[in-house]
């Protein structure tokens, strides 16, 4: 059976040679190949650290390594839903790009039943760490492991140090003082993690190459519940259904607490017939709505060609009816972030269901359809 390691990094590549170094040390299996997932700012230091200064290539000289393989193509930079590779991840759409591409490349490599995957996740970003970890657990096999390395606090976050060395090593450490590499002290600490595949239904599984990492927990958590309920925070503009949290706009917002309350009515849906667009109350029921959590002038000004302050005194005579590409359009915005979040399955119980009856279009919530409780919190 072929070993590799996969690790995270960040800024700190040193992780890489100090968990090559422990698992000799420890007299555990080398790895053949080395995969790195990081970032396309941190890739620059990584390849210094271990090409360009020679660290990678000195540990396996001073150690008498077998050949570890490394190659570019073993880099792998987070990518975009585009395929873009991400500077950084500090931002809440990034994270979920993260979350996505450590999920689908723990995937492919579990897939592989030729190898054994030994996964560290002492570099990189906390949620890096997180998601590896998470991954290796949901999908981790008998044969593969989990590791975190620590080095004695002489030697943490010391930019110089990479392994101790079988010889007398001289560096700068903390505070400017003269360390000597030799002396450092490298734990490897294997972590017991819970092997979830068994447990998990073969579809999901395969599922899991294309889906997201939230579409992923979402499934799991409604696998185990019976009793689902949507949750609707109009001051946060979330839905949160099969505890993954869906972030809508004030606009979206309120369109969606509209329809629910079209839903829940005699007719059990927003009904756009001939004289749909020549009918004020629509308009004034929707900017209700919007008002109470949003004086957003793009939508009052541009779309309803009244000021927030006039409607809020009741001064409509500039309020435009409200248009039926206005209905279509936010129907599939909102539609489409749910899409982004859920699975499938979940998607049709949540989203704005479109249906024709001859002249008209009926809208409506496909939660009320499907009995899920909303639970309101205005």
């Not at 017939?273 to 957003?296: A, C, M, V, W």
């Not at 248009?323 to 499938?344: A, D, G």
Request: neutral net charge; aromatic residues 8%.
């Amino acid at each position: 059976m072929k070993h590799i390691l996969l690790i995270v990094t960040g800024a700190s590549p040193q992780v890489l040679t100090e968990t090559l170094f422990a698992l000799h040390q420890q007299g555990k299996p080398m790895p053949e190949d080395v995969f790195v997932i990081t970032t396309k700012s941190t890739k620059a230091m990584l390849t210094d650290g271990l090409f360009t200064q020679g660290h990678l290539a000195k540990l396996i000289a001073d150690y008498q390594l077998p050949n570890i393989k490394l190659p570019d193509e073993n880099i792998w930079l987070i990518e975009d839903n585009k395929g873009q590779p991400i500077d950084d991840a500090k931002s809440e759409i990034e994270q979920t790009y993260m979350a996505d591409f450590i999920t689908r490349k723990v995937f492919e490599l579990t897939n592989k039943n030729n190898i054994s995957i030994h996964a560290s996740i002492a570099g990189g970003r906390k949620t890096m760490a997180f998601y590896l970890g998470y991954a290796m657990s949901l999908l981790g096999r008998e044969q593969d492991s989990l590791s975190h390395v620590f080095v004695n606090d002489e030697f943490e976050f010391v930019r110089d140090f990479y392994y101790p060395t079988p010889y007398n090593h001289m560096i700068d450490g903390k505070n400017g003082k003269q360390v000597n590499c030799k002396n450092a002290q490298v734990t490897l600490a294997e972590i017991p993690f819970v092997r979830m595949r068994q447990s998990i239904d073969e579809t999901l599984i395969a599922n899991m190459q294309s889906a997201s990492f939230s579409q992923t927990v979402a499934s799991l958590n409604s696998a185990h519940k019976k009793d689902l309920a949507l949750e609707v925070n109009a001051k946060a503009k979330t839905l949160t259904f099969a505890g993954v949290e869906i972030k809508l706009t004030a606009k979206e917002c309120a369109f969606y607490l509209w329809l629910n309350q079209y839903s829940q009515s005699e007719q059990a849906a927003l009904i756009v017939g001939r004289d749909f667009e020549e009918t004020l109350s629509y308009s004034k029921e929707y900017l209700t709505h919007l008002q109470q959590n949003s004086s957003d002038v793009r939508v009052f000004r541009d779309t309803f060609a009244i000021e927030p302050e006039d409607f809020r005194d009741g001064l409509h005579r500039t309020l435009k009816c409200m248009e039926k590409t206005f209905v279509q359009q936010t129907r599939s915005r909102i539609n489409n972030k749910i899409n982004k979040m859920l699975p499938n399955a979940l998607v049709t119980k949540i989203n704005i269901s479109s249906n024709k009856y001859g002249l008209t279009t009926h809208y409506a919530l496909s939660a009320q359809k499907h009995n899920i409780k909303i639970n309101l919190t205005v």
